[in-house]
């Protein structure tokens, strides 16, 4: 910034100079036709005819110097912008910068390590597709609809509700995972659901988002069901739904 500053403060010194020396050339041109007609009238002197002419020359030679510097200057102008150019290219090159809003899970390489082409530094969680994941029988897999309305609860935040949506469902069913409790019998074959959260939910608490977290998901199978009282209504982080002793457990 401070180089580019100090261009374009030379660059208005340069053409104000040949502003001037054309003003000179000008005056100059003038004084040589006047001094040459009265040497043809034989009322001036041949000398101060060279003189004019000798100070035109000059002029005009000091201002093709002050136009070539201005050309120079020009040109290193675009050479220094070039350079940036390519020290920015360097930096960016070097930057690491995420596509997607998310967080560091895992730090592979530390400062100063040279990785090869294609090596990994940063295990990086997606927040921008946060989502929990349930199981259903075929029946009710089978009803379900994709953007179908769902709710979540968190084991962390009890009292609360979550709105979200269905957002995929399995094509093909599979034995529940051992982590994961459900009412039917294990042996049974269920299908895998995704229930995701709402973007504009988790950008708005972003910073309490978090990986891992266990709870209960609720989807509806038939559109025309009302939700419980303890559902109805979702929450965000900062509110809390009192779930009511006389409502169902699930809608």
Not at 17 to 29: G, P, T, V, W, Y
Not at 32 to 54: I, N, P
Not at 156 to 171: I, M, N
Request: proline share 4%; with cysteine; hydrophobic share 40%.
């Amino acid at each position: 910034m401070r180089c580019q500053r100090k261009s374009d403060a030379f660059s208005k010194i340069s053409k104000a100079s040949i502003n001037r020396s054309k003003a000179q050339i000008e005056l100059a041109k003038i004084e040589v036709k006047r001094s040459t007609a009265l040497v043809a009238e034989r009322a001036g002197c041949q000398r101060e005819l060279d003189m004019r002419r000798t100070a035109l020359k000059t002029t005009s030679a000091g201002h093709e110097e002050e136009e070539a510097k201005l050309s120079t200057n020009e040109q290193e102008v675009k050479v220094a912008e070039a350079n940036v150019a390519t020290i920015q290219t360097r930096i960016d090159d070097a930057t690491l910068t995420s596509p997607v809003t998310g967080r560091v899970l895992y730090r592979l390489a530390e400062v100063g390590e040279v990785l090869a082409a294609g090596g990994k530094v940063l295990t990086l969680v997606n927040l921008n597709d946060v989502y929990m994941e349930i199981f259903l029988p075929s029946e009710q897999a089978a009803r379900l609809k994709i953007g179908a309305e769902a709710r979540l609860t968190l084991d962390a935040l009890p009292g609360r509700a979550f709105a979200g949506y269905v957002s995929f469902v399995s094509p093909e069913a599979q034995f529940t995972p051992k982590q994961v409790e459900t009412k039917s019998e294990r042996e049974k074959l269920m299908f895998r659901v995704k229930i995701r959260v709402p973007e504009e939910t988790v950008e708005s608490h972003i910073d309490v988002v978090k990986t891992g977290v266990r709870g209960v998901g609720y989807v509806k199978v038939d559109e025309s069901a009302a939700w419980p009282a303890s559902l109805r209504e979702p929450a965000s982080l900062g509110e809390v739904v009192e779930p009511r002793k006389s409502d169902p457990a699930r809608p």
